[in-house]
């Protein structure tokens, strides 16, 4: 006699999911195109626009302190954090990267919740511009498609 295994797997197809995205104001030419192709994926799956949110911070680091807050409220199924970090020819990149990463899992961790760290860490401008929809695709689509897949598959579980 096979057994066979429960395989518990998300998918992208949800109604009635609410989703927060946060979006860094730091180079915003960069996360405006994260921002755009996060909610067209969100729609384009099912979202209804009236459920989703945008909340708007200066800079990576404060990622973490507005998911948190966003988080307590209870309103959200996932959080989708968007953000651009160039790297420069000081340390100060790798405290920002870390920094932001760290608080965006304690936030998941804390609040059973999924928040989508969908922060571009690039060496270059370039680079930026072709995660935010040029030759790489764009890195707020994939995030809003995991914020999905991961509010579906909570959803499984229970």
């Not at 195109?33 to 994926?41: M, S």
């Not at 209804?48 to 199924?77: C, F, H, K, M, W």
């Not at 936030?107 to 270059?124: Q, W």
């Amino acid at each position: 006699m096979t057994h066979q295994v429960n395989r518990l797997e998300g998918d992208y197809i949800l109604e009635n999911a609410r989703y927060a995205i946060i979006c860094s104001r730091f180079n915003d030419f960069i996360v405006n195109k994260l921002e755009a192709g996060a909610i067209d994926t969100l729609k384009r799956h099912g979202t209804d626009l009236s459920n989703i949110d945008v909340a708007y911070v200066p800079g990576a680091l404060e990622l973490g302190i507005a998911a948190q807050r966003l988080a307590a409220t209870g309103r959200y199924d996932a959080i989708i954090a968007l953000g651009a970090v160039i790297k420069g020819a000081t340390a100060h990149f790798d405290i920002v990267i870390g920094e932001s990463a760290k608080a965006l899992s304690h936030v998941a961790l804390s609040h059973d919740i999924p928040v989508i760290n969908g922060v571009l860490t690039t060496n270059s401008i370039e680079q930026a511009v072709e995660r935010a929809g040029t030759k790489a695709g764009n890195k707020g689509a994939e995030a809003a498609q995991v914020a999905i897949e991961m509010v579906s598959l909570l959803r499984q579980i229970g």
